[in-house]
T-cell receptor, first 112, second 116 residues
């Protein structure tokens, strides 16, 4: 059974810092990995999708890496801003129905 | 930009009542999903739906749950007799046909279900 873990559970950084969020998964037989953002009480916004054959994917200040063989992904956020404050979730896509298995998330707070 | 729409945003019901949560997936998408998130817990997969049938379901998705695509645009989740533990945020998602590795699942804003 696929298990997804995210560390740290919470992170507080001052504005402008670069930061890294970590995601690990137990079964490397994935199709892709998605990073999402969730604001309190809100839905899930897809940030990046990284395919199983890819090592890296970038969107603006965000960069996601994937090491499938070791079951790890990182989300790098450059020059953090207060508007980046949210919970970040990673999810791995497995099975022919391509269901997503989510981690518990990292709650990020960027302070002024 | 196309989006997944869910209604209502908040549903309050009494234990034992039936509820129907509604979703309008993105129009050219063919795969549909329901997930739920109990407060403070992980987002959990419930069911996937393709070609008018369930393609996979989780252990959570027991006989109290059903899904339906009643017309060309709506996708519904019915809970037949709600329990207190069904209180959660329910998310609908959809994706288009194509290579599994490349396809993003797009999520709606969710329906918060409160069972009293």
């Amino acid at each position: 059974k696929q298990e997804v873990t995210q560390i740290p559970a919470a992170l507080s950084v001052p504005e402008g810092e670069n930061l890294v969020l970590n995601c690990s998964f137990t079964d490397s037989a994935i199709y892709n990995l998605q990073w999402f953002r969730q604001d309190p009480g809100k839905g899930l916004t897809s940030l990046l999708l990284i395919q199983s054959s890819q090592r890296e994917q970038t969107s603006g200040r965000l960069n996601a890496s994937l090491d499938k063989s070791s079951g790890r992904s990182t989300l790098y956020i450059a020059a953090s801003q207060p508007g980046d404050s949210a919970t970040y979730l990673c999810a791995v896509n497995t099975g022919t129905a391509s269901k997503l298995t989510f981690g518990t998330g990292t709650r990020l707070q960027v302070t002024l | 930009e196309p989006e997944v729409t869910q209604t209502p945003s908040h549903q309050v019901t009494q234990m034992g009542q039936e509820v129907i949560l509604r979703c309008v997936p993105i129009s050219n998408h063919l795969y549909f999903y329901w997930y739920r998130q109990i407060l403070g817990q992980k987002v959990e997969f419930l069911v996937s739906f393709y070609n008018n049938e369930i393609s996979e379901k989780s252990e959570i998705f027991d006989d109290q749950f059903s899904v339906e695509r009643p017309d060309g645009s709506n996708f519904t989740l019915k809970i037949r007799s709600t329990k207190l533990e069904d209180s959660a945020m329910y998310f609908c998602a959809s994706r288009k046909q194509g290579t599994l590795a490349k396809n993003i699942q797009y999520f709606g804003a969710g329906t918060r279900l409160s069972v009293l």
